[in-house]
């Protein structure tokens, strides 16, 4: 497999991991002691930290990218 291919795979898996852990860690602040009111703006923080994660995972993984040139050095 090409170093790409196991990058994208590589980076779905953790995308996948980190998005079950954090929308079941909403679900159960929403449906537990603090109520749909209370969990509403840790779920509202959450979806906005997966768009995040999932923007890094494309920006990272996904998306071609030229080479990058090395900075020159400056005297």
Do not use: H
């Not at 795979?9 to 159960?28: C, E, M, P």
């Not at 840790?42 to 040139?69: N, Q, S």
């Amino acid at each position: 497999m090409s170093p790409r291919l196991i990058k994208i795979l590589a980076g779905l898996f953790g995308l996948v991991t980190f998005a079950t852990f954090i929308i079941g860690l909403s679900y159960s602040i929403s449906t537990g002691f603090a109520g749909f009111n209370g969990g509403l703006p840790f779920a509202i923080i959450a979806g906005f930290v997966l768009c995040l994660a999932a923007y890094d995972f494309f920006d990272e993984c996904v998306r071609k990218k030229t080479v990058d040139m090395p900075l020159e050095e400056k005297d």
